[in-house]
């Protein structure tokens, strides 16, 4: 059974930092590459973040997150990461782990970063 189950959102204030966490089980993880999605209220989901499959390779980030936030994962833990800084208000979104090879895609639930004073 293929699961991809986000972690670690939550409601931080405007400038703290918050790290996502994403754990894969069921496919062969270091195959596929990894992006981050997210989804505010009213608005289409986005592409935030993504890095290739063994982590060396390409790795992109939107503009609106460019040098704010950093995407890792450990291929030995099955696991993708998004660390996230100086956080926005804009930054409030359901956030969502994706992983894909070639046709192959899998999405986690997502999980809620909220920003607010």
């Known amino acids: 059974q293929v699961q991809l189950v986000e972690s670690g959102g939550g409601l931080v204030q405007p400038g703290e930092a918050l790290t996502l966490s994403c754990a894969a089980s069921?496919?062969?993880?270091?195959?596929?590459?990894i992006q981050w999605h997210r989804q505010a209220p009213g608005k289409e989901r986005e592409l935030v973040a993504g890095?290739?499959?063994?982590?060396?390779?390409?790795?992109l980030y939107a503009d609106s997150v460019k040098g704010r936030f950093t995407i890792s994962r450990d291929n030995s833990k099955n696991t993708a990461f998004l660390q996230m800084s100086s956080l926005k208000p804009e930054d409030t979104a359901v956030y969502y782990c994706?992983?894909?090879?070639?046709?192959?895609?899998?999405w986690g639930q997502g999980t809620q970063v909220t920003v607010s004073a």
């Open positions: 069921g496919f062969t993880f270091n195959t596929y590459a």
């Open positions: 994706k992983a894909i090879m070639g046709r192959s895609a899998y």
């Open positions: 890095i290739s499959s063994n982590g060396n390779g390409n790795i």
